[in-house]
Nanobody
Framework: VQLQASGGGLVQPGGSLRLSCAAS????????IGWFRQAPGKEREGVSC????????YYADSVKDRFTISRDNAKNTLYLQMNSLKPEDTAVYYC??????????????????WGQGTLVTVSS
């Protein structure tokens, strides 16, 4: 199982970015998958996750109505569209996968497979 995250960068407040996570060695829609982030001095937190069971999604309250998680099964790739970015969204963003079933659990300690992280900086 390998995950390769990309798409981070520097963006002004109010701007947008799309993160991508290319998966290999497994089929993305058979795993629970998600995006997590870790800001300096803070714990890693779940941003958005998709359940393997029914494709239902979870969003952290802080990103609801601004971020959208999606996956392209043909490309075996996970995405995170981030709009209306705020300085507090600044963090290293990671994609992760695990053979979880049921509701879209979005707790970092439940996931075994991680990408390398991509830095998102929101600043003017």
């Amino acid at each position: 199982v390998q995950l390769q995250a990309s798409g981070g960068g520097l963006v002004q407040p109010g701007g947008s970015l799309r993160l991508s996570c290319a998966a290999s060695g497994f089929t993305l829609d058979e795993y629970a998958i998600g995006w997590f982030r870790q800001a300096p001095g803070k714990e890693r937190e779940g941003v958005s996750c998709i359940s393997s069971s029914d494709g239902s999604t979870y969003y952290a309250d802080s990103v609801k109505d601004r971020f959208t998680i999606s996956r392209d099964n043909a490309k075996n790739t996970l995405y995170l569209q981030m709009n209306s970015l705020k300085p507090e969204d600044t963090a290293v963003y990671y994609c992760a996968a695990d053979a979880l079933v049921g509701a879209p659990l979005c707790y970092a300690n439940l996931y075994d497979h991680w990408g390398q992280g991509t830095l998102v900086t929101v600043s003017s």
